[in-house]
């Protein structure tokens, strides 16, 4: 069943003064609305901008995250026609040093052990810059320009599980980037129209234990540049859901649920998505390579099994159909005591 969720157009702060969810931010908008001036609850406080960029034959993410009660740099890369995937990931107990902004611009930067990141704005979007003195034995270099047009939108949305804990999540996808990665003695080439960046930008306030999937996927579609987010589980009895179809730099809003269906034993086999109540989303996902990520620190623990794949189907807007045939995304499923 639907649930309309109400947009946001004007700027808001995320919390009240005493640290809880201030109900005027509860709901989605176009844009990144909130302030997010968390505050309070020690420990539960989540902070992360991850970045991917992908064209048809290479990706490379970069993420900075403040969880709290650690700071965090990781950076992986997958070359597609060679199956050679590297991950590096840096953490520093009892964080201070690297403060993320409470909105989406701004200078954002961290270097822990060798591993360093930094995110800016630059005229017309971001710039983003990682080097790795030892990534998987070799030096990585990577600078990538993220073009963001004035009047491109996105998928915002705070999604409130009670008073004291809540998480706004902006998904940006589709976004022109263009750039180099020297990874070892391989030079991978972003070009424009090829290549396309996505955010995932998180603040907020979180349970002790959670779970969710988290799929996307951005390309060309004939003449039509489209993107898709989903989501499932973590939102489940909120009111509010993190989907929605961004075409030509336009936000389509999807209200209805999405049912993901995967054999949870072999996750490399098959997905499907599709809306629950609407035909707005009819999806098949192929995966060809599975990405394991585990962190184990006694009480806390995280892992993320993360597939990259193709997507087919089709994506309706209104009375528009768009065939989607072998679109690079990625789908996960993410289980976390943190």
Not at 49 to 57: F, L, R, S, T
Not at 131 to 157: C, Q, Y
Not at 285 to 310: C, D, I, M, S
């Amino acid at each position: 069943m639907q649930t309309i969720q109400k947009e946001i157009k004007e700027s808001v702060y995320l919390c009240r003064p005493n640290g809880a969810l201030n109900p005027e931010a509860i709901g989605w908008a176009r844009r990144p609305f909130p302030i997010c001036n968390l505050k309070g609850s020690p420990f539960r406080k989540k902070r992360w901008n991850y970045w991917c960029i992908a064209d048809e034959n290479f990706l490379f993410s970069v993420t900075i995250a403040d969880l709290d009660y650690a700071e965090s740099v990781f950076a992986y890369a997958l070359d597609f026609r060679h199956q050679r995937f590297t991950e590096q990931t840096a953490i520093l107990p009892f964080p201070g040093k690297t403060k993320l902004p409470p909105g989406f611009g701004g200078k954002v930067e961290m270097d822990i052990k060798g591993l360093r990141a930094r995110f800016e704005d630059m005229p017309g979007g971001r710039l983003l810059s990682c080097r790795s003195e030892d990534f998987g034995g070799t030096v990585l270099t990577a600078e990538v320009k993220v073009e963001i047009p004035a009047d491109e939108e996105s998928l915002n949305v705070v999604v409130p599980w009670s008073r004291r804990r809540f998480q706004f999540t902006s998904k940006q996808l589709c976004l022109p980037a263009t750039g180099k990665v020297q990874w070892g003695s391989e030079l991978y080439e972003f070009k424009k129209g090829r290549a396309f960046a996505t955010l995932d930008l998180g603040r907020g306030i979180w349970p002790f234990q959670t779970s969710w999937n988290w799929a996307a996927f951005s390309g060309n579609a004939g003449r039509d540049r489209v993107g898709v987010n989903m989501g499932a589980r973590w939102t489940d009895g909120t009111g509010m859901n993190e989907n929605g179809i961004l075409l030509n730099g336009k936000l389509f809003k999807i209200f209805d649920d999405i049912v993901f269906q995967y054999d949870e034993q072999d996750l490399k086999g098959p997905w499907s998505m599709r809306t629950k109540s609407s035909s707005a989303l009819e999806l098949d996902f192929q995966p060809f390579h599975e990405r394991v990520a585990e962190t184990n620190l006694l009480l806390l623990r995280t892992k993320v099994n993360q597939l990259f794949g193709l997507y087919s189907g089709r994506v309706r807007v209104g009375r528009k159909e768009l065939k989607i045939n072998q679109l690079f995304g990625w789908a996960e499923d993410h289980r976390a005591r943190w």
